[in-house]
């Protein structure tokens, strides 16, 4: 799967949060002033850090440096700020991850293992207490919410992701082919697994042993 289909793929796990948006009425995208950035970044690490429930407007405004009345000027209401958090945390995801699935070229092999080593990496430097996503879907389950369909549309996405990448290595002539769909099923279920067991630091390897796990499941050429 080239990185142009990587990024189509995207599209379609994109939409699940352009419909969050609206959701919450927000028919104008953001103006993306500095204080609205500021907001942005300290909800950002509050939500991550403490829930998104236990944090409210009163505290990343304070974070922020900004009155209360900014932050609903800039954003409108909680809700559509926790879907800019979790939008902006899967932008900042894929700017980690495109780099290094450009790197590894066509190669599906290399290019799962990509998709692990920049999980890997990611956990490391800004997931230390597990993966986003998951934890907001801990507190957000309502499919009304509007934050919901970012968070299922992210997993989503790296479902596609998974299932380009399984279609590549089912390609003619291929050792061990099996139905690709059904495949990206279970190198997804390895790579949430090892998001789940890195953040809880109870397996400390946990994305080397999934992605060699995953190798081993993905046909041969």
Request: charged share 25%; glycine share 10%.
């Amino acid at each position: 799967m080239s990185v142009d289909q990587h990024g189509a793929v995207g599209a379609v796990g994109a939409a699940g949060a352009v419909e969050a948006v609206g959701a919450v009425g927000a028919a104008e995208a953001v103006g993306w002033t500095p204080k609205a950035r500021a907001v942005l970044a300290a909800a950002s690490e509050l939500f991550y850090a403490q829930g998104i429930h236990a944090v409210g407007v009163e505290a990343i405004a304070e974070r922020a440096g900004v009155t209360k009345k900014t932050l609903y000027d800039r954003f409108g209401s909680k809700e559509r700020l926790v879907v800019e958090y979790l939008r902006e945390r899967d932008r900042q995801w894929r700017d980690v991850l495109d780099p290094r699935l450009a790197a590894a070229g066509p190669d599906p092999r290399a290019r799962l293992s990509a998709v692990f080593d920049a999980s890997a990496a990611w956990a490391r430097d800004r997931g230390r207490k597990g993966c986003g996503m998951i934890n907001a879907h801990a507190e957000i389950s309502d499919p009304a919410h509007p934050a919901h369909a970012v968070i299922v549309g992210q997993k989503r996405w790296m479902l596609d992701l998974f299932t380009g990448l399984a279609r590549d290595a089912a390609g003619p002539g291929a050792a061990g082919a099996r139905d690709p769909e059904a495949l990206a099923r279970d190198l997804l279920l390895l790579h949430e697994g090892a998001l789940v067991m890195a953040g809880m630091g109870v397996v400390p390897d946990a994305f080397d042993r999934a992605r060699d796990a995953a190798l081993v499941m993905l046909p041969s050429g």
